[in-house]
């Protein structure tokens, strides 16, 4: 053991063994290289003659000035995926960390000059056009969509009054002040920062997420590869491509979207058309989107293999800006559908306000490699048909049909993507990751229920689906026979839809279903929280360089949804108490969360008390005051100089100087009203 090579402080190891006369030069050789090891990787060498506790003591006393000592997580892990487990053991140290830890940068911010380059920008901008709207909102496409190009023009001293440019100097030269680059101190021990850089360089080891958020995993390299294979051999749903005939069917997409866009540009609308044109461009350099897979460990290893979740992130494909485009115009048409639901705090008003019959059970469905079994050109044609027969009931969206339609071939029927170096073309079915894949899905299969819902209306008392999720109150007939075979015929019509396949549970008083348990008790649906058991509950450490804001926002959030989630206040409370818990197990303190768990209650308790009405008042007010506020963006680094730093020079030399006029009181050159005072950063 490390620990019985370790020298004593209180105690030097002797030269030699005085009863025996034996050299003791080896011995201390080899404690003095562990206790150099241990000192390089953690900092101090601990006396294993004293307690924990005055070992600790120990290490702080003896710690540089402003030291801070690092958080040790008690839940720290992952899940080792690989054959035999051989990913490094203390590879747990590191990646129990989550993938959302962040280390800190080597060197505190610096020059700010690319902050203070835009925030003039955006000060300057905010001043021009106070008192109304910016000329680009005089495009109603842009009012409504999120497809729009952020204009480059960059406004000068002659475009704002006098008073601006100097406040504004004035408070980015202070702010200069606070900022001097120096070296910081890492959120990593020794050995953990060794252990990054040898994981990073390590070519036989990948570090893939997993499916539904259940943390990190590791799997060998080979062993990705042929996991990837697996999908990729389905010569059904994917053709490889040679790098020519990759090119090739790249250039042929590039001039069907340009005719696209040439025809239809004023239906889609001037910043729209921008924004694809722009996009379209961007992409062009690497035109192909990138395959990967996100590993199922929830279901379990299946004949020596973990299941895997085929992806296909489009972000750099050129049909990215399209598919974003058809995502917005598909969303309306979603929504419309009779089993459609938002999420799951709309899901548990809709179960509040329902009363269970004595004879109803509970069924949940999930449909198996839905996207992967979508047959593409069935869908294209039900779709197209669907369009176009409720062409006016969508009319106010201000899409044209037909210009739609023809996105749907462009999207669905040019897959183009990379795995490594090599090219790939999927011929059957829908790419996970593609932006309008999820209402494509649920409108697909939404055509199948305008019969089956109907036909069904009898035994079905409640039916909702969530993409490939469905959830269903059955009403049992008195004839068990005669009930048995109605639910075996219910789940053949649902698989009888061009070839998508549904695995149903068994009929019950109490399901799982997206993150509820939903249980039928008195003649109501009580739900509470479902989480599943492979998950590790990874939240932000303490240390992560990660701004306060952060952790606040996670628990505020966190204990809201839980009591809007959770039908009974003690389930609530339950939840609340272990969710503290966890946020302990992952090095976070008492003093720092009870006060803020104190505040959350506090807002969740106001927020529920507040009608529909409430709300979207509140709302409302929310987006107006957000006119009285410009954006400070700086990257967060911890050891940076407070935000209250900042704020105070912002009132001194900006909103409130001492003996000048307010900044929300003066005009522009247009002899508008300023009407803005608030400084928010933004990291």
Same mark, same amino acid.
């Given at each position: 053991?490390?620990?019985?090579?370790?020298?004593?402080?209180?105690?030097?190891?002797?030269?030699?063994?005085?009863?025996?006369?034996?050299?003791?030069?080896?011995?201390?050789?080899?404690?003095?290289?562990?206790?150099?090891?241990?000192?390089?990787?953690?900092?101090?060498? #601990?006396?294993?003659?004293?307690?924990?506790?005055?070992?600790?003591?120990?290490?702080?006393?003896?710690?540089?000035?402003?030291?801070?000592?690092?958080?040790?997580?008690?839940?720290?892990?992952?899940?080792?995926?690989?054959?035999?487990?051989?990913?490094?053991?203390?590879?747990?140290?590191?990646?129990?960390?989550?993938?959302?830890?962040?280390?800190?940068?080597?060197?505190?911010?610096?020059?700010?000059?690319?902050?203070?380059?835009?925030?003039?920008?955006?000060?300057?901008?905010?001043?021009?056009?106070?008192?109304?709207?910016?000329?680009?909102?005089?495009?109603?496409?842009?009012?409504?969509?999120?497809?729009?190009?952020?204009?480059?023009?960059?406004?000068?001293?002659?475009?704002?009054?006098?008073?601006?440019?100097?406040?504004?100097?004035?408070?980015?030269?202070?702010?200069?002040?606070?900022?001097?680059?120096?070296?910081?101190?890492?959120?990593?021990?020794?050995?953990?920062?060794?252990?990054?850089?040898?994981?990073?360089?390590?070519?036989?080891?990948?570090?893939?997420?997993?499916?539904?958020?259940?943390?990190?995993?590791?799997?060998?390299?080979?062993?990705?590869?042929?996991?990837?294979?697996?999908?990729?051999?389905?010569?059904?749903?994917?053709?490889?491509?040679?790098?020519?005939?990759?090119?090739?069917?790249?250039?042929?997409?590039?001039?069907?979207?340009?005719?696209?866009?040439?025809?239809?540009?004023?239906?889609?609308?001037?910043?729209?058309?921008?924004?694809?044109?722009?996009?379209?461009?961007?992409?062009?350099?690497?035109?192909?989107?990138?395959?990967?897979?996100?590993?199922?460990?929830?279901?379990?290893?299946?004949?020596?293999?973990?299941?895997?979740?085929?992806?296909?992130?489009?972000?750099?494909?050129?049909?990215?800006?399209?598919?974003?485009?058809?995502?917005?115009?598909?969303?309306?048409?979603?929504?419309?559908?009779?089993?459609?639901?938002?999420?799951?705090?709309?899901?548990?008003?809709?179960?509040?306000?329902?009363?269970?019959?004595?004879?109803?059970?509970?069924?949940?469905?999930?449909?198996?490699?839905?996207?992967?079994?979508?047959?593409?050109?069935?869908?294209?044609?039900?779709?197209?048909?669907?369009?176009?027969?409720?062409?006016?009931?969508?009319?106010?969206?201000?899409?044209?049909?037909?210009?739609?339609?023809?996105?749907?071939?462009?999207?669905?029927?040019?897959?183009?993507?990379?795995?490594?170096?090599?090219?790939?073309?999927?011929?059957?079915?829908?790419?996970?990751?593609?932006?309008?894949?999820?209402?494509?899905?649920?409108?697909?299969?939404?055509?199948?229920?305008?019969?089956?819902?109907?036909?069904?209306?009898?035994?079905?008392?409640?039916?909702?689906?969530?993409?490939?999720?469905?959830?269903?109150?059955?009403?049992?007939?008195?004839?068990?026979?005669?009930?048995?075979?109605?639910?075996?015929?219910?789940?053949?019509?649902?698989?009888?839809?061009?070839?998508?396949?549904?695995?149903?549970?068994?009929?019950?008083?109490?399901?799982?279903?997206?993150?509820?348990?939903?249980?039928?008790?008195?003649?109501?649906?009580?739900?509470?929280?479902?989480?599943?058991?492979?998950?590790?509950?990874?939240?932000?450490?303490?240390?992560?360089?990660?701004?306060?804001?952060?952790?606040?926002?996670?628990?505020?959030?966190?204990?809201?949804?839980?009591?809007?989630?959770?039908?009974?206040?003690?389930?609530?409370?339950?939840?609340?108490?272990?969710?503290?818990?966890?946020?302990?197990?992952?090095?976070?303190?008492?003093?720092?969360?009870? #006060?803020?768990?104190?505040?959350?209650?506090?807002?969740?308790?106001?927020?529920?008390?507040?009608?529909?009405?409430?709300?979207?008042?509140?709302?409302?007010?929310?987006?107006?005051?957000?006119?009285?506020?410009?954006?400070?963006?700086?990257?967060?680094?911890?050891?940076?100089?407070?935000?209250?730093?900042?704020?105070?020079?912002?009132?001194?030399?900006?909103?409130? #100087?001492?003996?000048?006029?307010?900044?929300?009181?003066?005009?522009?050159?247009?002899?508008?009203?300023?009407?803005?005072?608030?400084?928010?950063?933004?990291?």
């Amino acid at each position: 053991m490390i620990a019985g090579l370790l020298p004593r402080d209180s105690k030097p190891i002797p030269r030699r063994d005085l009863s025996s006369g034996r050299s003791m030069d080896t011995t201390y050789q080899q404690a003095a290289l562990a206790a150099s090891s241990v000192r390089k990787q953690f900092g101090f060498v #601990p006396d294993p003659s004293s307690s924990s506790f005055h070992n600790a003591v120990r290490a702080r006393a003896s710690s540089l000035p402003g030291t801070p000592i690092l958080s040790t997580p008690s839940n720290l892990a992952f899940h080792d995926l690989t054959d035999g487990q051989i990913a490094p053991k203390a590879a747990k140290s590191l990646l129990g960390l989550g993938l959302k830890f962040i280390v800190t940068p080597r060197k505190t911010t610096g020059s700010l000059e690319a902050t203070s380059d835009r925030f003039q920008r955006d000060f300057f901008i905010k001043i021009i056009f106070s008192g109304g709207d910016e000329p680009a909102l005089a495009d109603d496409t842009l009012k409504r969509s999120k497809l729009y190009v952020k204009s480059d023009w960059n406004p000068t001293e002659c475009d704002v009054p006098n008073w601006a440019c100097l406040r504004l100097s004035r408070f980015l030269n202070r702010v200069q002040c606070l900022f001097r680059e120096r070296r910081a101190l890492s959120n990593l021990l020794p050995h953990q920062e060794a252990l990054l850089k040898s994981l990073r360089e390590d070519p036989s080891l990948l570090f893939p997420e997993t499916d539904k958020g259940l943390g990190p995993c590791s799997v060998t390299f080979d062993q990705y590869v042929e996991d990837c294979l697996v999908h990729l051999r389905n010569q059904q749903c994917y053709t490889r491509l040679s790098e020519d005939e990759a090119m090739a069917e790249v250039a042929m997409l590039e001039d069907k979207i340009e005719k696209w866009l040439d025809k239809y540009e004023l239906t889609i609308g001037r910043m729209a058309t921008k924004y694809i044109r722009k996009h379209l461009g961007a992409n062009r350099k690497s035109p192909f989107g990138q395959f990967y897979i996100l590993y199922k460990i929830h279901k379990g290893k299946k004949n020596g293999r973990w299941p895997t979740r085929p992806v296909c992130s489009d972000v750099t494909s050129l049909t990215h800006a399209v598919g974003k485009w058809v995502n917005e115009m598909l969303a309306p048409v979603q929504q419309a559908q009779e089993s459609y639901f938002q999420d799951s705090f709309a899901l548990k008003k809709t179960l509040d306000d329902m009363e269970v019959p004595p004879n109803a059970l509970l069924f949940t469905s999930d449909a198996t490699a839905m996207y992967t079994n979508i047959k593409t050109e069935p869908a294209l044609i039900k779709i197209s048909e669907y369009l176009r027969e409720n062409a006016k009931q969508f009319n106010h969206n201000k899409f044209d049909t037909e210009a739609l339609i023809a996105t749907l071939h462009l999207v669905f029927e040019n897959n183009l993507f990379k795995l490594g170096d090599t090219y790939w073309k999927q011929i059957l079915g829908t790419a996970m990751g593609t932006p309008p894949a999820p209402p494509w899905a649920t409108i697909f299969f939404a055509l199948k229920e305008m019969g089956l819902l109907p036909k069904w209306s009898t035994f079905l008392h409640f039916y909702k689906q969530f993409i490939d999720d469905v959830l269903g109150v059955w009403l049992v007939h008195p004839d068990p026979e005669f009930d048995k075979k109605m639910w075996l015929e219910i789940q053949e019509d649902m698989n009888s839809w061009f070839g998508l396949e549904w695995v149903c549970t068994d009929l019950t008083t109490s399901v799982y279903f997206m993150d509820l348990t939903i249980t039928i008790a008195d003649g109501r649906l009580e739900t509470t929280l479902f989480e599943k058991a492979q998950n590790l509950y990874l939240y932000i450490p303490p240390h992560s360089s990660h701004p306060r804001g952060v952790f606040t926002g996670l628990i505020f959030g966190q204990v809201l949804r839980i009591r809007r989630l959770c039908s009974k206040q003690s389930d609530a409370g339950g939840q609340i108490k272990q969710f503290f818990t966890r946020l302990l197990a992952r090095g976070h303190t008492r003093e720092f969360l009870q #006060p803020l768990f104190k505040r959350a209650e506090e807002n969740a308790a106001n927020y529920l008390s507040r009608s529909t009405e409430e709300h979207d008042r509140l709302r409302m007010s929310k987006e107006a005051k957000s006119s009285d506020q410009v954006f400070f963006h700086l990257q967060f680094h911890p050891n940076d100089p407070p935000s209250r730093d900042i704020q105070n020079l912002w009132r001194e030399h900006v909103s409130h #100087p001492p003996g000048e006029a307010p900044l929300n009181t003066l005009n522009n050159l247009n002899k508008c009203e300023v009407g803005f005072s608030k400084l928010l950063e933004q990291v």
